[in-house]
């Protein structure tokens, strides 16, 4: 039996950029009117705090927090209390290196973890931060779950669903208004090439830098079909169809004839 339909929430917050208390509370607020049919909810990159631009390593550190902190405990509270799952991004400290982490967090409390591995040169992340070497991966209610953040999505080897290893692959962002167009494409394109399900979740706001963010998000299916259902700015939905997907899969398995690589770190 295939398993079942998996209900998505995103949600393309509106970040107050190092105003983490007030973030959290947003977040509190967004929940209280969360369907009552979602299994996961997708919240955009660096959500707590918003992506640092121009701002120094010791400026970024008091933001960051280890896996056993207080925003990790309080998405484990909201995973539980609403019986979902829960995916995005924040800063993290490692044995004193900073990491753009991100969280798949369970309903049942279980966690997984995994680093951004392309760090955004143009913004000088590479300068603050550590990169990953893995690339977050999941099961969670039947589906093969596969994460990256922001820039790692223009990286097609990167995101290569290698013989049907991810259904979905979720993208968690801060990607500015200025070039938005191509967040939009890039999302379609990795759904298309990987005969996988995309979800994308961009944030809104204004940075430090002054960059402008209009909470651009998509679900778009195996062929780069838009799914998202909007109930407002705040909530967007969508709902993946396992037998779809398969039954697309077996059609047009595209992915039997890709070309085999070893990936360099």
Known sequence: M?????????????????????????????????????????????????????????????????????????????????????????????????YNRAFFIEPGGEETFADKRHLFTMAGEHNNFSRGHNRLKVRFRGWEIAMVICYDIRFPVWCRNINNEYDLLIAVANWPKVRVDAWNQLLRARAIENEAYVVGVNCRGTDSGGFEYDGSSLAVDFKGKDLTVSTGADHLYATLSMEKLLRFREKFPAYRDADSFTLHD
């Open 2 to 98: 295939n398993p079942r339909n998996l209900n998505i929430c995103m949600l393309p917050m509106e970040i107050r950029w190092e105003q983490k208390e007030e973030n959290l509370s947003n977040l509190t607020r967004l929940f209280e009117s969360l369907h009552p049919d979602t299994d996961l909810v997708v919240l955009p990159e660096t959500f707590s705090t918003g992506f640092p631009v121009g701002v120094e390593k010791e400026q970024i550190r008091p933001m960051a927090e280890r896996n056993t902190g207080a925003t990790v405990e309080f998405l484990k509270s909201l995973a539980a209390r609403h019986r979902v799952a829960i995916a995005g991004s924040f800063i993290a400290d490692s044995g004193g290196s900073l």
